[in-house]
């Protein structure tokens, strides 16, 4: 049982480049979920699924897409990937509603030059 | 969801009770307080939850006042891998479970 593995760990990227982060979950969890980390601030929500199939925006979606094709993954992709979205990616996911609690992949760090 | 107000940082001697505390005057009745913890740029790990009631695991205490409008976190015999930022969260169960994470309040356990 791996719980929430990231692909890959470090990325360089230049400016206007593209990359899909892959995210993926061996819980059966519904629900996904990709943040962001800034340097010393907390989490933001990028977006998030409830579901295979589904996607919805969060905090700071712009500059972002995803895509939920089958329940066990959760991409998220940068089209023309920006100087502004340098930082630490990190996937989560969750039993589906409830009270559950969100497990946390190791996180993805990401630098566009 | 309702805001939450933590000390950005805090020191607590190895051994010692650290109590983190974490203001949410704006709960509402239906919002769950949650605890996760983040230790050096690894992915938060969760701690406790809470609704009404004191909580206790194996990891923490959650104390939640009468009122709700605060609580705290007591990690009861800190040691040095306790160093971490903590985050308290409060949230709407089934609202598209949305957690929002603030700034947190960075705990550093002394020797």
């Known amino acids: 049982n791996a719980g929430v593995t990231q692909t890959p760990k470090f990325r360089v990227l230049k400016t206007g480049q593209s990359m899909t982060l892959l995210c993926a979950q061996d819980?059966?969890?519904?629900?996904m979920y990709w943040y962001r980390q800034d340097p010393g601030m907390g989490l933001r929500l990028i977006h998030y699924s409830v579901g295979e199939g589904t996607t919805a925006k969060g905090e700071v979606p712009d500059g972002y897409n995803v895509s939920r094709l089958k329940k066990q993954n959760f991409l998220l992709g940068l089209e023309s990937a920006a100087p502004s979205q340098t930082s630490v990616y990190f996937c989560a996911s969750m039993v589906s509603g409830g009270i559950g609690t969100q497990y946390f992949g190791p996180g993805t760090r990401l630098t566009v030059l | 969801d309702a805001k939450t107000t933590q000390p950005p940082s805090m020191d607590c001697a190895e051994g010692r009770a650290a109590n983190l505390p974490c203001n949410h005057s704006t709960i509402s009745g239906n919002e769950y307080v949650y605890w996760y913890r983040q230790i050096h740029s690894q992915g938060p790990q969760y701690i406790i939850h809470?609704?009404?009631n004191n909580e206790t695991n194996e990891m923490a205490s959650l104390i939640i006042t009468e009122d709700r409008k605060s609580s705290t976190l007591i990690l009861p015999h800190a040691t040095l891998r306790d160093t971490a930022v903590y985050y308290c969260?409060?949230?709407?169960?089934?609202?598209?479970?949305?957690?929002?994470f603030g700034t947190g309040t960075s705990l550093t356990v002394i020797p």
């Open positions: 819980m059966n969890h519904e629900y």
């Open positions: 809470g609704l009404k």
């Open positions: 969260i409060v949230r709407v169960v089934n609202t598209g479970n949305q957690f929002y």
